[in-house]
């Protein structure tokens, strides 16, 4: 009986092993949809390898700074000084994804001298950002990697988190939309092909503003009954953040001296990766500018004071540089609403006001006077 | 502890691995099962434990009484009151307590009954019933009683069927024990097949569709017509798999272990009728019903209208004993109506059983629509939840079908049930228990990633547990 039951337990799971060392060789990268979490990642892993030349700097973050930037004046900038700086902002990417990739580049680009990392003060609240980053920084590691963070994450009754061990896991959600929408993958994949790795490089921009919804609070923006795409997609996003406006506590009297658990492990994490970051010139940490949506309501009071608590330390030993621009748009108290295109990210004229302002920062802080 | 949680694969893992050593069903294998099947329920409440042991100890005394009794009516009836009584008190006391306090403030009455504060044993109403079977077997004189307390501890708990059945007679398991069989290579393969088969019906199937249509029956009001139309559905196939994957997994572990179980689903959503369909869906239930509730009514012996009114209170009581809110009656009383509607109208008409085609598909058709009426009652949370989908349902002609959110739903459903008589017609089942290595290895593995890449974060409870 054992000889008949064994090769029918054992034969398959050999397969499966295989195929998650198939998995973790990144056999994927060939199939997986060019727009999901996992295929911005591929896409701009590749770009990276076509780009031949020697790669200085690099700007590392999250959508906000997908929208926020404007790279390709930051590239000419650095360009003008005969450095290469390039863009590597992912939408989705958090902290987890910002380490994996500055891993990644010591090992695949040890030339990087420094880069932009631009989060916001929305990032600095919680030790992880979402499972769904898993699925990011996979693109990212070695047939026997997993990032420190990523690993860390595993929690058995949570099948979410099982992309932090397997990379057959980390695929999921790729392999669920491959098989809902299998003619569409080709086409997709052809598409963004064709793309090329600049407009990649140089980021997304996007027209529109946010003036024609309610503004001043989640509530009314949540109530308001929208007509255009754009605005329609600004209301949903405001019902979803609704359920959580108000409730997000207070951490306005924290002592650094005696600080919750939880906070002592954002803050033992946090400085703990900055500090090992690695590069020859300290990272320039951005705080990107957030609308008053997120400070008033949808963050604990104090959260800007909490960021300054865990990144202000790092700075005076000199291992990071900051500027924080989180209420950089807000005028009385409220963010104007021509400079964002959803209360996230900013469309083409807060991208350029920002840059305009960040500019000289950047140059000073990073690639020194020419 | 359920089937679909790691510490189950465990404590599977541990108790296959202690009685392997052991011969099949000598009395040290019956008491690693037994106190296996313990530790089992235990984990969910340790204190309810006791239930099992007093539904135990009674039913086992009555049975050894009742042969030698010179009055076992009345032993049969005090084994009826005190497991239906305790099945009552846990199961229907808040019923009734409702039902109470709704009739005064009907009637004007300011005097309200205070509910009372007690949790549902899981799986009261299957183990119960197996006990009960055991006893009325005993006193019709179908089974001789079972002299060792060992065995009949084991018939009521056995861990694999314990919670949500298959629902088992005394004397199927006793004939296991007994006759201990010689399951074959293939046997155990099939055994193998079922649990995958079993895991992925509830993991990936059942889970799925319920991550598709509860956000509807949580939110009736504000749901369009055609979504509030695909979750009843959903809901019907979300059911089937729930309820028939944990059965298969059920029986496979219990093959495991030496017991051949019955069957409890055979492809219901193929029925052409209703009657049919009860013959196909929680057949143990059905056929517990039909030999120890209708037959004992009378059955169909008493003339045709007797027979009506039997069919209906059975299925009433069957409807009830899902659990205890008027939404169930309403479930039970439509499947009873539909009984009677087709034996009363239905099958007299002259070509309604022709086997042409076209009539299969429009029997098959009506039967589907009937059942998944049925189940707007058996899954909204109220009786006006189900009176909102009704009234959706009513709205759909004129609503309009959004094809990019409801689409991919749609064609699930579609393939559910393309899948369903696929099955039923090739015995996928049995045909890949009996196929060679390469078949065995490759459905596993496909199995394996289907767990992998296919269920969802999502994990629903399987619905049963809560009967």
């Known amino acids: 009986m054992i000889r008949y039951l064994l090769p029918r337990i054992v034969l398959p799971l050999l397969i499966i092993v295989a195929m998650e060392a198939l998995f973790r060789s990144n056999f994927w990268e060939l199939f997986a949809a060019p727009d999901s979490h996992a295929g911005t990642s591929i896409r701009l892993k590749q770009a990276v390898a076509q780009t031949p030349a020697k790669i200085d700097f690099v700007t590392l973050g999250s959508s906000r700074a997908v929208y926020g930037l404007d790279h390709k004046r930051i590239a000419a900038m650095a360009g003008k000084r005969g450095l290469v700086h390039v863009n590597l902002s992912m939408p989705g990417s958090h902290w987890m994804s910002v380490m994996t990739v500055i891993d990644w580049l010591r090992t695949e680009r040890p030339e990087v001298s420094g880069g932009i990392i631009a989060l916001s003060v929305a990032d600095l609240q919680y030790v992880s950002n979402g499972n769904y980053e898993l699925a990011i920084v996979r693109p990212f590691q070695g047939l026997l990697e997993t990032s420190g963070d990523a690993s860390a994450r595993f929690e058995l009754r949570d099948p979410s988190s099982y992309g932090s061990i397997s990379a057959l896991y980390q695929y999921r959600g790729d392999i669920q939309d491959a098989v809902r929408h299998p003619l569409q993958r080709g086409q997709a994949i052809g598409w963004f092909a064709s793309f090329g790795q600049h407009q990649l490089f140089d980021g997304p921009r996007q027209q529109i503003h946010t003036c024609a919804i309610p503004w001043d609070t989640i509530a009314h923006c949540a109530g308001h009954i929208a007509v255009t795409e754009n605005d329609q997609h600004v209301v949903r996003l405001c019902r979803s953040l609704a359920g959580n406006a108000g409730h997000a506590g207070d951490w306005s009297g924290l002592d650094a001296r005696a600080l919750p658990p939880d906070r002592q492990d954002v803050l033992g994490q946090r400085q703990r990766e900055l500090r090992n970051v690695g590069w020859p010139k300290p990272p320039l940490v951005i705080l990107m500018p957030i609308t008053h949506h997120w400070s008033r309501e949808l963050m604990p009071k104090g959260a800007r004071e909490w960021a300054h608590m865990v990144l202000d330390p790092l700075a005076a030993e000199g291992k990071i540089r900051l500027l924080d621009y989180s209420d950089f748009f807000d005028v009385d108290g409220m963010t104007r609403c021509d400079v964002f295109w959803d209360i996230y990210h900013q469309n083409e004229k807060g991208l350029t006001e920002l840059t305009d302002a960040l500019l000289p920062e950047i140059e000073a802080q990073l690639y020194g006077k020419p | 502890m359920n089937f679909n949680s790691w510490q189950f694969a465990l404590f599977f893992v541990v108790v296959f691995a202690c009685s392997a050593p052991l011969r099949r069903f000598s009395t040290g294998h019956r008491w690693l099962l037994l106190i296996a099947s313990y530790v089992f329920y235990g984990s969910w409440n340790w204190q309810y434990l006791g239930l099992i042991l007093f539904s135990t100890v009674l039913d086992y005394t009555i049975g050894l009484r009742l042969g030698a009794s010179s009055r076992p009516r009345r032993l049969i009836a005090i084994s009826l009151l005190l497991n239906l009584g305790v099945l009552a008190f846990f199961k229907y006391a808040n019923f009734v307590v409702e039902t109470a306090n709704w009739s005064l403030l009907a009637f004007g009455a300011a005097y309200q009954v205070n509910p009372i504060d007690v949790l549902l044993p899981v799986g009261i109403s299957f183990y119960t019933f197996q006990s009960l079977s055991y006893t009325i077997d005993v006193y019709r004189g179908d089974l001789a009683p079972r002299r060792s307390l060992l065995d009949y501890a084991l018939f009521v708990a056995f861990f694999p069927q314990l919670v949500a059945g298959p629902i088992v007679r005394a004397a199927e398991f006793f004939r296991e024990l007994d006759h201990p069989r010689n399951f074959t290579e293939k046997q155990i393969a ?278």
């Open chain 2, 190 to 467: 099939y055994a193998l097949i079922l649990i995958a088969f079993g895991y992925i019906k509830k993991v990936v199937f059942a889970d799925s569709l319920a991550m598709a249509a509860d956000p509807v029956w949580n939110d009736l009001a504000s749901s369009t017509p055609w979504s509030v139309a695909l979750a009843v559905y959903a809901f019907a196939f979300q059911i089937y798999f729930d309820f028939s994957g944990y059965t298969d997994i059920a029986i496979g572990i219990a093959m495991l272990f030496g017991f051949q179980f019955p069957k409890n689903f055979d492809y219901p959503y193929i029925a052409t009728s209703v009657q049919e369909f009860w013959r196909r869906w929680h057949m143990t239930l059905s056929r517990w019903l039909r030999d120890y509730l209708y037959v004992s009514l009378g059955g169909n012996r008493k003339g045709v209208p007797l027979t009506y009114v039997n069919l209906m209170l059975t299925m009433l009581l069957g409807g009830l004993w899902h659990g205890a809110s008027w939404n169930f009656v309403i479930w039970g009383a439509l499947h009873g109506s539909y009984l009677i509607f087709e034996r009363l109208l239905l099958n007299r008409i002259p070509g309604w059983q022709s086997d042409i085609l076209p009539m299969r598909l429009l029997r098959w058709l009506l039967t589907f629509h009937l059942v998944c009426f049925a189940w707007i009652f058996f899954r909204a949370p109220d009786f006006s939840s189900s009176m909102l989908v009704l009234a959706k349902l009513g709205a759909l002609a004129s609503a309009s079908f959004d094809a990019g959110s409801l689409a991919a739903l749609a064609v699930a459903l579609l393939c559910f049930q393309l899948a369903h008589w696929i099955g039923a017609r090739w015995e996928l089942k049995q045909r890949l228990g009996e196929a060679a290595l390469p078949i065995h290895v490759a459905a596993t593995t496909a199995a394996l990633l289907a767990l992998i890449w296919f269920a969802p974060d999502y994990s629903a409870p399987f619905i049963y547990f809560q009967f």
